[in-house]
């Protein structure tokens, strides 16, 4: 069993910065695909940023490239998602996934957190 534990969502003013970390317990923690997805009010989940096992391998959603960084550190099954330039567009619940494939596709995903909120003000 894999459980996901997100922490690390606040408020900020636009442009500035937070960084998102999830704790993924479980034997097989290090050989799974993590990836951070966001909903806002009303609209449906999205893909933000995906990693592979090794962390070699990293797509970013078009709306977060070169302002997003997602990171997994296995020695203490940890990924993060380091945010910058943040804008009020950003504003969402946050959540971290994780499951067997490397993918942007919310279906690739078996186990997910409960979410961090997130909220950029203008």
């Known amino acids: 069993q894999v459980q996901l534990v997100e922490s690390g969502g606040g408020s900020v003013q636009a442009g500035g910065s937070l960084r998102l970390s999830c704790a993924v317990s479980?034997?097989?923690?290090?050989?799974?695909?993590l990836a951070w997805f966001r909903q806002a009010p009303g609209k449906e989940r999205e893909a933000v940023a995906a990693?592979?096992?090794?962390?070699?391998?990293?797509n970013y959603a078009n709306s977060v490239q070169n302002r997003f960084a997602i990171s997994r550190d296995n020695a203490n099954h940890t990924v993060y998602l380091q945010m910058n330039s943040l804008k009020p567009e950003d504003t969402a619940m946050y959540y971290c996934?994780?499951?067997?494939?490397?993918?942007?596709?919310?279906?690739?995903?078996?186990?997910w957190g409960r979410g961090t909120q997130v909220t950029v003000s203008s």
């Open positions: 990693i592979s096992p090794s962390g070699r391998g990293i």
């Open positions: 479980g034997s097989t923690a290090a050989s799974l695909g």
């Open positions: 996934a994780a499951g067997p494939a490397f993918s942007l596709y919310r279906e690739a995903y078996n186990y």
